[in-house]
């Protein structure tokens, strides 16, 4: 990028990775239990429509928290931003493996949805290297 990030947009990007990876961290714990769920193994009240529910909020609170930091660093249609887009669209996407009504799982949709994630992430990680490096 052959810009130099201030010493404080630094310490806040090094943050901002790190919540990424925590927020990772919870999506991944989200298709485990559904794997649950289907399998019958999860907690009784534990369905694919409250899951559903759950997911979507944390969609929402990291989407918050990304776009926070896209706007006040101005990174507004960079690559950064891109990369987060698509990473959002693939997450919202990868409930599409639930079927909430029936509270059934299509495992096939569920694996193919997990790996259109981590290539997102990984996009996402090779970009924001290149921000800070």
């Known amino acids: 990028m052959g810009k130099t990030i201030a010493r404080g947009q630094l310490l806040e990007t090094n943050v901002f990775v790190e919540r990424f990876l925590t927020y990772r961290e919870v999506f991944v714990e989200y298709f485990k239990t559904m794997n649950l769920i289907e ?3 999860a907690l009784t009240h534990e369905n694919y429509s409250r899951l559903t529910y759950n997911y979507v909020i944390n969609v929402k609170r990291f989407s918050q928290l990304c776009n926070s930091y896209i706007t006040k660093y101005h990174l507004e249609s960079s690559k950064l931003d891109q990369t987060l887009n698509s990473y959002f669209i693939e997450l919202i996407n990868g409930l599409d493996c639930m079927d909430q009504k029936h509270n059934v799982l299509n495992r096939e ?3 193919e949805a997990q790996q259109k ?3 997102c992430e990984s996009k996402f990680m090779e970009t924001i290297g290149k921000y800070i490096g």
């Open 117 to 119: 994630i981590k290539n």
């Open 109 to 111: 949709l569920s694996i």
């Open 39 to 41: 399998r019958g193994e």
